[in-house]
């Protein structure tokens, strides 16, 4: 292209000379005519004229070519400007002073955009991580500082999830940041592949302490998959359990999700399963989940005799069976976010180091809905038996007790579930209002309740209200404030609240 312009304007400018040949060329006729020779003498006037007028017609088509080459040109010229770009609409009849300013705005515009493809250039000059498989491997994930204020005592400062007799507390953290790697791999039986893991840096506790003011890497959730065009996939992961898919948004409850212990059912776990996706109606589709899962204990596990190795089995494993979980829903296909309802059953079973068996077991419904434009509605309600180690039976699978050397062990019932309400006003901004209950019947509990004993043994209902707004105003910066109110209600003594106020900084990257 840029050749064909070269050579082109070298042709225009030297045709724009033909003016002066041409006035050469009548010099040149007229010395011819005024030179002596014979044949000259001979020639009539006639002839002399019919001479001169050939080659003022030869002349003016010289210039006539001239003509059309220069608009050529000039059309070549302005094709270019507007494939860079480069054209300025500027209206006719624009003053001086608007020609100037549009002018300016037309260079500043394509300033930003070198600048754009300056920065884009950059990057694929970057160094690439590498990987052993040499298939592409992506760094993402988030620093995040939160900084909170509790208004009454409650479990854990930086992440409550339960309240509790005593004063408040007001701190700062970055523990709650993730660093996460995606992976993308080879093709296997007609199936793509890929993995993705995080992590953050809330590990290192001890019961419910902190080992230091940092905190240690620890794992958060991990995924492998093949997938066989998102209608077949067969995967692994650490997660949350199938049975309960959502989780209400915040930006203050990272290390354990919004209503966590007060109706959301989000404790990670190791499973292994498939999935088939089949097309229904349009963008109507169903769903069938199932998988194997090895169910943790919850937090407060009882009945542990003194004499334990360091690593003991959970309940679960002891039973030397895994749990098993399903789900059918129905959804909307034609995006990843939209409305979908499922309901879910799971069942595992247990035996504690004492010889004790049980079963833990729950049936669930989920929904995420579209209400009007900038409106949406989700959440999840369950009914089961034993549901600490998915994150439920408020921190517990079962209660025991001895008495005049009888010992007495009852597994626990519980229910619960949340909702929440999104408005979306943008993509930069959102509000969120939610709820959750998690409710262990108090007459069951009662009978085993302990003085003096840890709020989460006695505990027999948990609730939190909390509402949020997340602010984006780029895609790598996030902000949000939050407040949610928890109420904690142990069966031997009154309810207890705290306030919790929490503001979040967030850089993606």
């Known amino acids: 292209m840029r050749q064909t312009i070269s050579a082109r304007i070298g042709f225009s400018f030297r045709l724009r000379l033909t003016p002066s040949a041409m006035a050469t060329n009548l010099g040149l006729a007229a010395m011819l005519c005024a030179a002596p020779s014979f044949a000259a003498a001979q020639e009539s006037v006639a002839d002399k004229i019919s001479k001169l007028d050939g080659a003022m017609s030869h002349i003016q088509q010289q210039i006539g070519e001239s003509e059309r080459e220069l608009k050529d040109l000039q059309l070549e010229v302005s094709k270019l400007r507007q494939q860079a770009n480069l054209s300025i609409d500027v209206p006719s009849n624009a003053a001086p002073d608007q020609n100037a300013a549009a002018l300016a705005a037309a260079v500043e515009e394509i300033k930003d955009k070198q600048d754009v493809h300056e920065s884009q250039l950059a990057a694929q000059e970057q160094a690439k991580v590498g990987s052993e498989s040499k298939y592409p491997v992506t760094i993402s994930g988030m620093i995040l500082m939160n900084t909170f204020v509790n208004t009454h005592a409650v479990d854990s400062p930086a ?3 339960i309240a509790a007799s005593g004063s408040g507390s007001t701190g700062a953290t970055l523990r709650q940041s993730i660093l996460g790697i995606d992976a993308s791999g080879p093709h296997i039986f007609g199936a793509s592949s890929h993995a993705d893991v995080r992590a953050d840096f809330y590990g290192g506790q001890t019961g419910n302490g902190y080992a230091n003011g940092l905190g240690f890497l620890r794992l958060r959730t991990a995924h492998a998959e093949l997938d066989w065009k998102r209608r077949t996939a067969a995967f692994f992961a650490y997660d949350r359990p199938l049975i309960s898919p959502d989780t209400p948004a915040s930006l203050t409850a990272i290390a354990e999700p919004a209503l966590a212990w007060s109706g959301n059912l989000w404790a990670w776990n190791p499973q292994a399963g498939v999935s088939q996706t089949l097309p229904l109606h349009r963008d109507l589709a169903m769903q069938m989940q199932a998988a194997l899962i090895d169910v943790a204990d919850p937090p407060n596990t009882l009945a542990t005799p003194a004499a334990m190795p360091t690593v003991a089995p959970t309940t679960s494993e002891q039973s030397r069976w895994p749990g098993i979980q399903g789900r ?36 669930t419904v989920d929904f995420h809905f579209p209400i009007i434009s900038h409106f949406a509605m989700e959440g999840s309600a369950y009914r089961g038996q034993g549901l600490g180690g ?56 009662r009978p085993f309740a302990i003085d003096g004993s840890g709020s989460y043994y006695n505990l027999a209902r948990n609730r939190t209200f909390t509402g949020n707004v997340i602010y984006r105003p780029s895609a790598y910066l996030l902000y949000s404030i939050e407040y949610r109110r928890i109420e904690s209600s142990p069966v031997n003594s009154s309810t207890a609240p705290s306030d919790v106020i929490g503001v979040a900084a967030g850089y993606r990257f």
């Open 159 to 161: 992440t409550p999830s």
């Open 328 to 363: 059918l829903s129905l959804l909307d296909s034609s995006h990843e976010d939209g409305a979908h309802v499922g309901a879910g059953s799971y069942f595992a079973p247990h035996r504690t180091a004492s010889g004790w068996s049980y079963n833990s077991w729950a049936g």
């Open 390 to 445: 998915l994150g439920g039976g408020a921190f517990k699978d079962y209660v025991y007790r001895s008495y005049e050397g009888e010992s007495y062990f009852r597994v626990l019932n519980d229910a619960g579930g949340w909702v929440q309400l999104k408005q979306t006003i943008n993509e930069r901004l959102e509000f969120n209002e939610a709820f959750g209950v998690d409710n262990v019947p108090a007459h069951r509990l």
